[in-house]
């Protein structure tokens, strides 16, 4: 096996041919959650399958609203495969690289088995976090037609959460709560210090509309 920056450069031009975009899943995307990775890795870690990994778990990129999201991750496991081999992985490689795959996914509900498949679920869920995060969750909420917050109640004081109408709601509904949910030490750890930077913009945010921000909203939760 070439050593990784050559695979890495074989990867992503695999992905800039094949990859269907949208705002938050682009190149930039998985060059950043192979930077999340690294910084999650340890040396047991095999940085070989994290990598093809990284660079191909959104190689079938559905719409957050399609009704088939929750397959994605198994058809970018499925149509991985004939570039891992072509790229000179083992069977034992190819295999670990598709469970990662089909493991990171939110909607898919798998169990993420090994190391490999617990820091990509961790690395690319830390990209929806932080100064990016924010990018991300704005530009797809503005594709998909979503409205940036509520007028008449911002925070959801007394009506229900519902980030499929508001943006800010998916703050709430799912981002806030990612730390929570990390299967690392360190991927936790930097999901709070993202989270932090997250609950300031809020502050700032409601501070601009007018709108106090409810306690409830800028206590990131416990860890497990």
Not at 35 to 64: E, W
Not at 78 to 95: H, T, Y
């Amino acid at each position: 096996m070439d050593g990784l920056a050559e695979l890495r450069d074989r990867l992503r031009a695999v992905v800039a041919q094949r990859m269907i975009t949208d705002p938050a899943h682009d190149l930039a995307h998985l060059d950043r959650v192979w930077v999340n990775a690294r910084a999650i890795a340890d040396a047991q870690t095999d940085r070989t399958v994290l990598l093809a990994a990284c660079y191909l778990h959104d190689l079938v990129n559905l719409p957050k609203n399609d009704p088939d999201r929750h397959l994605a991750s198994r058809r970018s496991a499925e149509e991985s495969e004939p570039v891992l081999r072509e790229l000179g992985l083992s069977d034992a490689q190819i295999a670990a690289t598709r469970h990662a795959i089909e493991a990171h996914s939110f909607s898919a509900n798998i169990p993420p088995e090994t190391p490999e498949a617990r820091i990509l679920r961790d690395a690319d869920r830390l990209d929806a976090l932080g100064a990016i995060g924010i990018a991300r969750n704005f530009s797809v909420s503005g594709a998909l037609g979503r409205t940036l917050y509520d007028p008449a109640d911002p925070f959801a004081s007394h009506r229900p959460l519902d980030d499929l109408h508001y943006s800010i709601d998916h703050w709430k509904v799912k981002l806030l709560a990612l730390p929570d949910d990390m299967l690392t030490q360190a991927g936790r750890q930097i999901a709070q210090q993202r989270v932090r930077r997250m609950i300031r913009f809020l502050t700032e945010f409601a501070e601009e509309i007018g709108s106090p921000l409810p306690d409830s909203w800028t206590r990131p939760n416990p860890t497990r």
